[in-house]
Nanobody, 122 residues
Framework: QVQLVESGGGLVQAGDSLRLSCAAS????????MGWFRQAPGKEREFVAA????????LVADSVKGRFTFSSDVAKNTALLLMNDLKPDDSAVYYC???????????????WGQGIQVTVSS
């Protein structure tokens, strides 16, 4: 069983930066693909970024490409989502996930964190 705990969310202004962390149990980053998804009120959950096992081959959604960076600190079992130039449309609950396939689809991700709120004011 993999446990994931997100932290670092909050309220920021448009143009600001924020860093989300996902603390994982065990040797998660060597055994699983890590992903970030988000869900805004009234919308379906959408893919943000994913990182292959061991921190390689990032996959990033077009909507955040160039602004968001996904990395991992394998020694600390922590995934980091650095979000720059935030926009009000980035406001959502952000979820960390772990799975067996590097993909933007939700289904292959077997384990999910509880989610953390990010709110960007204009």
């Amino acid at each position: 069983q993999v446990q994931l705990v997100e932290s670092g969310g909050g309220l920021v202004q448009a143009g600001d930066s924020l860093r989300l962390s996902c603390a994982a149990s065990g040797r998660t980053f060597w055994n699983y693909v890590m992903g970030w998804f988000r869900q805004a009120p009234g919308k379906e959950r959408e893919f943000v970024a994913a990182l292959d096992r061991g921190g390689g081959s990032p996959l990033v959604a077009d909507s955040v490409k160039g602004r968001f960076t996904f990395s991992s600190d394998v020694a600390k079992n922590t995934a980091l989502l650095l979000m720059n130039d935030l926009k009000p449309d980035d406001s959502a609950v952000y979820y960390c996930a772990a799975g067996m396939e590097l993909t933007a689809r939700e289904d292959p991700y077997d384990f999910w964190g509880q989610g953390i709120q990010v709110t960007v004011s204009s």
